[in-house]
């Protein structure tokens, strides 16, 4: 279990799915949802097998980026999405950071082609699955529709 202060105190990656897709997320110290919140474990699984996907495809970086963030966006702070990206999976950011019951997040990177969540281990499916987005993956969203 992530604990409020787990959640405060650390940017928590975290991932999602929308019943076909795949989506990477980083906490920044603010509130998970409670599937995510509920299992640390799980959430660790979840990270180590999708940290150990080879690369698969190219990657699009929002073109609207710089106008959310509201500054440039560098090779630094894009590095962990991109990975992400070029393994097939959407990767957003946490919008209005210090705000932790703001549930507001943005892409960062889509994946040229997506990695299909039907095609993960039946494993890893049934813990993503917990996580799901109704609807495509948007530009942004608020975390407060998740299932």
């Not at 949802?33 to 495809?57: D, H, I, M």
């Not at 990177?109 to 281990?121: F, K, S």
Request: glycine share 4%; with cysteine; hydrophobic share 40%.
């Amino acid at each position: 279990m992530y604990t409020d202060f787990d959640q405060h105190a650390f940017d928590i990656d975290w991932y999602l799915t929308n019943g076909k897709e795949v989506a990477f997320m980083t906490s920044a110290g603010t509130c998970l949802p409670r599937s995510v919140a509920e299992s640390a474990q799980n959430n660790k699984v979840l990270q180590e097998y999708f940290e150990g996907l080879p690369y698969t495809t190219k990657f699009v970086i929002n073109p609207d980026l710089e106008n959310i963030i509201n500054s440039e966006a560098d090779e630094q702070y894009l590095s962990s999405f991109i990975n992400m990206a070029m393994k097939g999976l959407y990767a957003f950011d946490k919008t209005n950071l210090g705000l932790f019951n703001d549930p507001n997040y943005h892409l960062v990177a889509t994946p040229v082609t997506p990695l299909n969540v039907n095609l993960l281990p039946t494993e890893i499916a049934s813990i993503i699955k917990k996580t799901r987005l109704n609807g495509p993956m948007g530009l942004t969203f608020n975390i407060s529709i998740l299932k």
